[in-house]
T-cell receptor
Framework: GAVVSQHPSWVICKSGTSVKIECRSL??????MFWYRQFPKQSLMLMAT?????????EQGVEKDKFLINHASLTLSTLTVTSAHPEDSSFYIC???????????FGSGTQLSVL | AQSVTQPDIHITVSEGASLELRCNYS??????LFWYVQSPGQGLQLLLK??????LVQGIKGFEAEFKRSQSSFNLRKPSVHWSDAAEYFC??????????????FGKGTKLSVKP
């Protein structure tokens, strides 16, 4: 099946720094990618929809300036957590659709820990 | 508001025993329903999905799920569990599927442990 690669798998950073997470579709093109966030013991929450060549669409309550999304090519979307704070510590996961309905492939996720 | 409830946070079953993971949803329209599995260190993998038609859906790895509209449920079942089934399982509802495919609402997940 299709493969979505997400990097890094985990990252530890100091408060105030920015962290970039990459999501790549390895064997297919993805004009759309999705970014989710999961707090411990909670559901995955859709943060934003990344669109190749245009601005991302953010879900209500998600700060656009905090979570910068760039979808520069058909195989790469990046999420940058700017000026990270401890409350941004979470598990971030991307996904990309391919094929028919229901064909949504997920990356392996990134555990962000902000000290 | 739409929501997905997985009442069991953690379930332990013996290898070879049957399994049922519960999922209830709250959604005003006909739902699109999904079950995903996440093994340690790996991404989410789609097990099966229901859009319409036969309410008993067959998935990969021997899993099946039954949509019961009257109970707003979509429980996942497997007749005989294997040790490799130990993972976290997520139920999800797809919203306005004709539009964005990413509008999934996930349950909190059920962690499955398998005893030898």
């Amino acid at each position: 099946g299709a493969v979505v690669s997400q990097h890094p798998s985990w990252v530890i950073c100091k408060s105030g720094t920015s962290v970039k997470i990459e999501c790549r579709s390895l064997d297919f093109q993805a004009t759309t990618m999705f970014w989710y966030r999961q707090f411990p013991k909670q559901s995955l929450m859709l943060m934003a929809t990344s669109n190749e060549g245009s601005k991302a669409t953010y879900e209500q309550g998600v700060e656009k300036d905090k979570f910068l999304i760039n979808h520069a090519s058909l195989t790469l979307s990046t999420l940058t957590v700017t000026s990270a704070h401890p409350e941004d510590s979470s598990f971030y996961i991307c996904s990309a659709p391919t094929g028919g309905a229901g064909k949504l492939f997920f990356g392996s996720g990134t555990q962000l820990s902000v000290l | 508001a739409q929501s997905v409830t997985q009442p069991d946070i953690h379930i332990t079953v013996s290898e070879g025993a049957s399994l049922e993971l519960r999922c209830n949803y709250s959604y005003g329209a006909t739902p699109y329903l999904f079950w995903y599995v996440q093994s340690p260190g790996q991404g989410l993998q789609l097990l099966l999905k229901y859009f319409s038609g036969d309410t008993l859906v067959q998935g990969i790895k021997g899993f099946e799920a039954e949509f019961k509209r009257s109970q707003s449920s979509f429980n996942l079942r497997k007749p005989s569990v294997h040790w490799s089934d130990a993972a976290e399982y997520f139920c999800a509802v797809g919203l306005n599927y004709g539009g964005s495919q990413g509008n999934l609402i996930f349950g909190k997940g059920t962690k499955l442990s398998v005893k030898p």
